[in-house]
Antibody
């Protein structure tokens, strides 16, 4: 069965960077896109961007342009999302999701809590 | 930027039909997907491509789309359907991918 297992919770100081991993299993990793979504505590879902797991090409939400980088290591079926210049309002649960044949999210990881605090 | 608009809350009694709407200018040409998120859990896809139900999703969940509005219908809502529901879509040129603000469904 399709599984996405994300890295654990992180606490970072303002101005630092965080890198969240998403390890895929149960399917051929390079066949489907990976999408990243975040959710601040008590708030709604926010689309951050997507990555073609085969080519590595990416598309980012304008809000995160210049601060976010999505990469992958196909040899270990793992995707990564790195967010830099962290601020307190970046405190959120970060989710990875696998895209379906249209590239739209269907299977989701369990989420990774990133807390930004001085 | 592009926006999808949902009602903040919907409330029904068990066994009644719950309808959650999502409006967006590009919906006549773009799919709507729907996700269910229970407290403390990751979202789960319940409707894709406007009206298709993924494997394992109960038949009481259905979706439709007409004009600028997509609708998620839960026929005979059950207590376990209490959750936040989010629609998801894109603008006409695939430049902006967005979630609606979410609708809290209460069944009691």
């Amino acid at each position: 069965q399709v599984q996405l297992v994300q890295s654990g919770a992180e606490v970072k100081k303002p101005g630092a960077s965080v890198k969240v991993s998403c390890k895929a299993s149960g399917y051929t990793f390079t066949t489907y896109d990976i999408i990243w979504v975040r959710q601040p505590t008590g708030q709604g879902l926010e689309w951050m961007g997507w990555m073609n797991s085969n080519s590595g090409s990416t598309g980012y939400a304008q809000k995160f342009q210049g601060r976010v980088t999505m990469t992958r290591n196909t040899s270990i079926s793992t995707a990564y999302m790195e967010l830099s210049s962290l601020r307190s309002d970046d405190t959120a649960v970060y989710y990875c999701a696998r895209g379906d044949s249209n590239g739209w999210p269907n299977y989701w990881g369990q989420g990774s809590l990133v807390t930004v605090s001085s | 930027s592009y926006e999808l608009t949902q009602p903040p809350s919907v409330s029904v009694s068990p066994g009644q039909t719950a309808r959650i709407t999502c409006s967006g200018d590009a919906l006549p040409k773009k799919y709507a997907y729907w996700y269910q998120q229970k407290s403390g859990q990751a979202p789960v896809l319940v409707i894709c491509e406007d009206s298709k139900r993924p494997s394992g999703i109960p038949e009481r969940f259905s979706g439709s789309s007409s004009g600028t509005m997509a609708t998620l219908t839960i026929s005979g809502a059950q207590v376990e359907d209490e959750a936040d529901y989010y629609c998801y879509s894109t603008d006409s040129s695939y430049n902006h991918w967005v979630f609606g603000g979410g609708t809290k469904l209460t069944v009691l």
